[in-house]
């Protein structure tokens, strides 16, 4: 058979977010605004001799890495987004960006407890008004890079990709393929899908804007009150957030990564529309493969199995499935 016939059966594997181009813009604009504010706090407190500025300007450099790790994601998932390489697709490099952003920020939550338990052993001397200013300053564009990152669910359309393996008696195999088409969803199921790589990019400017206010309301109590103390308590607090956080995105992300089972609801929609008639589902397997797109590879026995495209047809309205592999195996009743 000829390679050109074989088009209206074949299809990509491109299971970007719908939102892919405008977060990476989004990513890449607030990795500039962190770099030109880090730059301008290292100068300046190089110029100045301020340890404050210069402190705050290396800890932001720490998250001007992380970000950069992000827009790199989304970059690379764009570039190798066709590449036959990735069997499917390259919707993932996002979650491995977030995973290893959110090892980041528990390695900045550990350095922050550090340095805040030995200032409570041996407290250090605090120039009030300069690490206000300081601290005001990174507030503010930390909550412009927060507003840049806010999380806008993926809406997308899904593809109803079909591989169906048709097994009967005789062991002949019917091989069926449906095009390419859009579809919405119903049964609650919407094709909004979390971008763990716009999430950990927000919560590294989120924490910095959280330890900000922090600092700023400890800075202002000890300034007043001269317990020098509040300062490294706060800290410690900052670090325990900041440590929930990146754990919660460590396992979302992680999950991902291990095709752990993608939506319990889901699953219990596909089962409920194809078992009906002595069908019955004997396995199931559903994962994501990228923001908001899941994939499903589902065995069905029956005593009068149908063509697999028929049971794919029942569900090519859940738009969240975007590739999809149904196999019937006939099993009759005994006699």
């Known amino acids: 058979m000829h390679a050109d016939s074989l088009e209206p059966w074949t299809h990509d594997h491109v299971f970007l977010g719908a939102q892919h181009a405008q977060n990476e813009r989004r990513t890449w604009f607030v990795v500039a605004l962190t770099v030109a504010m880090m730059i301008a706090e290292i100068g300046a407190g190089s110029v100045f001799g301020s340890m404050a500025l210069l402190a705050d300007g290396w800890h932001m450099a720490t998250h001007a890495a992380a970000l950069g790790i992000a827009g790199l994601a989304y970059l690379l998932a764009r570039q190798y987004a066709r590449h036959a390489r990735f069997t499917f697709g390259t919707g993932k490099f996002g979650e491995l960006a977030a995973f290893s952003s959110a090892i980041i920020l528990l390695m900045i939550a550990i350095q922050i407890a550090y340095e805040s338990v030995l200032r409570l052993i041996a407290p250090v001397p605090i120039a009030y008004g300069e690490a206000i200013a300081v601290a005001s300053l990174g507030l503010c564009v930390n909550l412009v890079s927060a507003w840049l990152l806010r999380d806008s ?72 009150s001269g317990w020098r103390w509040t300062d490294p308590a706060v800290g410690l607090v900052g670090s325990v957030v900041i440590a929930s956080w990146a754990s919660g995105l460590v396992r979302d992300a992680g999950a991902v990564l291990l095709d752990a089972s993608a939506d319990d609801n889901l699953e219990g929609v596909i089962r409920a529309r194809l078992e009906s008639d002595g069908d019955r589902v004997t396995d199931l397997h559903l994962w994501q493969v990228g923001p908001g797109h899941r994939a499903a590879v589902i065995s069905l026995v029956s005593d009068a199995p149908r063509q697999p495209a028929i049971y794919k047809e029942q569900l090519r309205d859940l738009e969240n499935l975007s590739h999809v592999t149904v196999e019937v195996e006939h099993c009759p009743h005994p006699d």
């Open 153 to 224: 669910h993926d809406h997308h359309h899904g593809h109803a990709h079909g591989h169906a393996h048709d097994h009967d008696d005789d062991g002949d195999h019917d091989h069926n393929d449906q095009d390419d088409d859009h579809h919405h969803a119903h049964d609650g199921h919407h094709g909004h899908g979390h971008d763990n790589n716009l999430r950990s990019a927000y919560l590294h400017v989120l924490a910095d804007a959280a330890t900000s206010v922090l600092a700023i309301t400890a800075l202002v109590i000890g300034a007043f």
